[in-house]
């Protein structure tokens, strides 16, 4: 998908919760997004969260801290998250629209920046860290899904010449930082029938487009385990350190 289509299809999905899917999820491996970011913040911490979204991960998961900017370059993904903190009731957290990619933050002001599936530009994250400040990264990887992929011929990362895991960690080091780690996320994820399954790859970009029935029923044939549908998902955890 475009970078243009990316925004429509973000726009589109702002108002949205995948929680309807009621997807059972089991991690095989113990990267921690929220558990890392927690043991890094303290009370005078100010933490920026890159396409944030909805807000929702950051509303639910992150600490209490002297400050919390979320930002997503969609206005509708930011008044859905303006809702959610009015909701919440969480004190010292903004939203602004921001597009990764031409950031308009603070140079030397942050101590924590997350990138949480989403598009970075480590340069530019660099610049707004304090010196001593860390990055936390987790995104999708090339071979997320990869068993579904093979079956339909294609999806999202499916050509890509480089997994993004390592273009993202090449983009990290090259861009000043120390204490780079790149660490692989495995996990598997039980769906309750067809129909749950099918509307859920209608809403993410795994395959980009509706999915074709046949080749579906063929994918699910071969991944239901105990009358769920299994579907095995790859993503990257990077740390690193201004
Ligand atoms: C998959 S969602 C992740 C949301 C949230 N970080 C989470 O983990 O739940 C990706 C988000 O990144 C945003 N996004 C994509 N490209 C962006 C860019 N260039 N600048 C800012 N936000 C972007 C989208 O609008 C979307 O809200």
């Not at 029938?193 to 029923?217: H, Q």
Request: aromatic share 12%; net charge negative; glycine share 10%.
């Amino acid at each position: 998908m475009s970078h243009d289509n990316y925004y429509e299809y973000y726009e589109r999905l702002a108002n949205w919760s995948f929680d309807e899917f009621d997807i059972h999820s089991e991690s095989l491996t113990d990267w921690d997004l929220y558990e890392i970011l927690g043991s890094l913040t303290d009370k005078d911490s100010h933490i920026l969260d890159l396409g944030t979204g909805g807000g929702e991960k950051l509303l639910a998961y992150y600490p209490d801290c002297a400050g919390i900017l979320g930002t997503d370059y969609s206005p509708q993904m930011i008044a859905t998250a303006n809702e959610n903190l009015t909701r919440s009731g969480r004190k010292n957290i903004t939203f602004k629209v921001m597009d990764n990619l031409k950031m308009d933050v603070p140079s030397d002001y942050f101590d924590i920046v997350v990138a949480r599936h989403t598009i970075t530009d480590p340069a530019q994250i660099y610049q707004c860290l304090k010196p001593g400040g860390h990055l936390l990264i987790r995104g999708v990887d090339k071979y997320d899904s990869w068993g579904l992929k093979m079956i339909f011929g294609g999806g999202q990362g499916y050509n890509d010449p480089v997994p993004v895991s390592i273009t993202d960690y090449e983009n990290v080091l090259n861009s000043g930082f120390a204490d780079v780690e790149l660490v692989p996320i495995h996990e598997r994820e039980f769906f309750k029938d067809r129909e749950v399954f099918k509307a859920f790859l209608g809403k993410v970009p795994i395959l980009e487009g509706e999915p074709d029935d046949k080749l579906l029923n063929e994918y699910i044939s071969k991944n239901t385990v105990g009358g769920r549908i299994r579907l095995l998902r790859n993503y990257y955890g990077i740390t690193a350190r201004k």
